[in-house]
């Protein structure tokens, strides 16, 4: 049985609904158009980890439907619509159906980190073996990566989500309740106009 899953949080390309923190910079279908880049590129990358370990891989999606989704990521992929709530609501409903399938592992990622490789994927996985939470840190102080082996609802409450402390709030609740932690390389989003400069497909 295929008991490690990769969740892939992203959101229908509508301009207007999408990287709204980049339309003064790009304008709503420029945004819109990086979202649809950076998310194929992400799934790209995903199905790259796949033949490289044995895993499942799920698309957590908001906005749209599931037969847009289906026709723009095709119908081969998991899909699941996120729901309503926080991320942290959001996050903690993806571990949890998740984990009531069996599941061992399961990492969740977004698509906004660029520098996010396959080989950064495996080896969250394999850490995860020796470990209860890994984290990959973003640069503005968020993540773009993390993995549990359990559901922990308590790491996704209370967070001021989109902004410089949920990194340091996160581990601080991990630490709070004697989880072993381990880091992935720190890395860059894009989510703001002056980290464009970083885009690199």
Known sequence: MNNQQLIIFTRYPEPGKTKTRLIPALGAEGAANLQFQMTETTITK????????????????????????????????????QGAGDLGERITRAFESAFDREMKSVVIIGTDCLSL?????????AKLTQSDMIIGPAIDGGYYLIGLKKIIPELFQGINWGTS??????????????????YLPELSDIDRPEDLEKLQF
């Open 46 to 81: 995903a199905n790259k980890l796949a033949n490289m370990m044995s895993l499942s891989i799920e698309i957590r999606f908001a906005g749209g439907d599931l037969q847009l989704m289906k026709n723009w990521l095709g119908s081969d992929l998991k899909y699941q619509e």
């Open 117 to 125: 490789t396959p080989e950064i994927m495996l080896q969250a996985f």
């Open 165 to 182: 402390v949920v990194l340091s709030k996160t581990v601080a609740i991990a630490q709070n309740i004697n989880l072993a932690i381990d």
